[in-house]
C-alpha cells in the first residue's frame, strides 16, 4: 500500500475517532440533562426524558440521540420539541416497552 493511502486511511480513522468522541461527549451531556432537568424544559420533553429513563436506563441519552427508523430517521429528541413530536416519541416508547416495536 503506498504511503499516500496509509495517511488518507490514518485520517480518516483519527477524524472518526474524533467524532467518536464528540458523540460520547454529546451523550453523557445528555445523560446529565436526562438526571437533572432543569425547571425550564417543556413539560411535554421532560415527560419523554423520564419515559425513557424508565425504559432504558443509562441508556436513555443513547435512544434519545441516535436517529431512529420508526421517527423518519430523526433522532427523537429532536423530535420531541414540539408537543405533537413529543407524544410520537411517547407513542415510540410504549410500543417498545410492550415488545411492539415493528
Do not use: W
Not at 31 to 55: R, T
Amino acid at each position: 500500500m503506498a504511503t499516500g493511502s496509509n495517511d488518507v486511511i490514518q485520517k480518516i480513522l483519527t477524524d472518526l475517532e474524533a467524532v467518536r468522541a464528540t458523540e460520547k461527549d454529546l451523550l453523557l451531556r445528555l445523560a446529565a440533562l436526562i438526571d437533572h432537568q432543569p425547571l425550564d424544559m417543556p413539560q411535554h420533553l421532560a415527560e419523554v426524558c423520564i419515559q425513557a429513563k424508565d425504559e432504558f436506563g443509562l441508556d436513555a441519552a443513547a435512544f434519545l440521540g441516535t436517529p431512529n427508523p420508526k421517527l423518519h430517521g430523526q433522532m427523537p429528541l429532536l423530535v420531541a420539541r414540539e408537543p405533537q413530536g413529543a407524544q410520537e416519541v411517547k407513542d415510540l416508547l410504549a410500543r417498545i416497552a410492550y415488545g411492539v416495536y415493528s
